[in-house]
């Protein structure tokens, strides 16, 4: 991550950073107990998952607004660590995963359900995105996820297409079906029903299996059935940057991370 290069406004300085993986609320409050007072000023903007800081400083006294800047930047950036994904406002979530494919020489496909092709569409954004991207399965129903995915029958009548154990299959047999190497997967309730006890709406199961190491994660979304899409997709991307990042640690390191 590059601060921009242009950070004078007037006599003042601003940065930016930009977060995934974190609701606004969360960003915000966290953010502030830092900032501590109005200056540097401190503006949040975005929506739940893909958060944006925006920091502003002056001089004072025989200090800089660069130097006012600077331990409040370290405090942000040691708070929110990983979750920092850019400190340029003009770069977004999934252009900075499809660089990460990139340098990483990595292909990726995807498997989505309840999301209905918006994962696959907020990596097609991405100009050059040709170079890693190779397939795209919508499997809406069971019977897609067993022709396509190879989905076991068993996993679906035992524990439902939206479970850990389905995300998993589909992840894993999306990578396998277009022998790529990198795979996400997408299954989940987004309403207006949902499955009962077991499963209420907003409950969305994400797989990325990444060079034949699959994680999968479960989330519960309080909210209306397209923001329920929208932050499926985000999430998805956020977990597919964080096994990357943890891909890329391991092959050139030789360290497993898990932040």
């Given amino acids: 991550m590059e601060e921009q290069t242009d950070n004078r406004v007037e006599e003042g300085y601003r940065a930016v950073l930009k977060l995934c993986g974190v609701t606004r609320a969360e960003a915000e409050k966290k953010a502030a107990s830092l900032c501590g007072g109005d200056n540097p000023e401190l503006k949040v903007e975005g929506e ?22 600077k331990p409040v930047l370290k405090e942000l950036k040691g708070a929110f660590g990983e979750k920092i994904y850019s400190m340029d406002e003009g770069e977004s979530l999934e252009s900075v995963v499809v660089q990460l494919l990139k340098a990483n020489a990595l292909s990726i496909a995807t498997a989505e359900s309840c999301t209905g092709g918006l994962f696959t569409a907020r990596l097609v954004n991405v100009p050059g995105v040709s170079e890693v991207l ?66 209420p709406v907003g409950t969305v199961f994400i797989g990325c299996c990444v060079s034949g190491n699959t994680v999968v994660k479960e989330y519960h979304f309080d909210a209306p059935r397209q923001e329920v899409r929208r932050r499926a997709t985000t999430e998805a991307l956020s977990l597919l940057r964080h096994c990357l990042l943890k891909y890329f640690s391991e092959v050139n390191f030789g360290e497993e991370t898990d932040k």
Avoid at 55 to 62: I, K
């Fill in 48 to 69: 739940d998952g893909d958060v944006l800081l925006k920091l502003s400083s002056e001089p004072t006294g025989e200090l800089s607004a660069k130097k006012v800047m």
């Fill in 134 to 199: 190779k397939e795209g399965f919508i499997t809406y129903s069971n019977k897609a996820k067993r022709k396509y995915l190879g989905v076991k029958k068993g996993t679906l009548l035992k524990y439902s297409a939206v479970s850990e154990a389905a995300a998993k299959e589909m992840a894993k047999g999306v990578c396998a079906e277009t022998k790529s190497d990198c795979g996400v997967a997408i299954t989940g309730l987004a309403g207006p029903e949902g499955e009962g006890f077991r499963n």
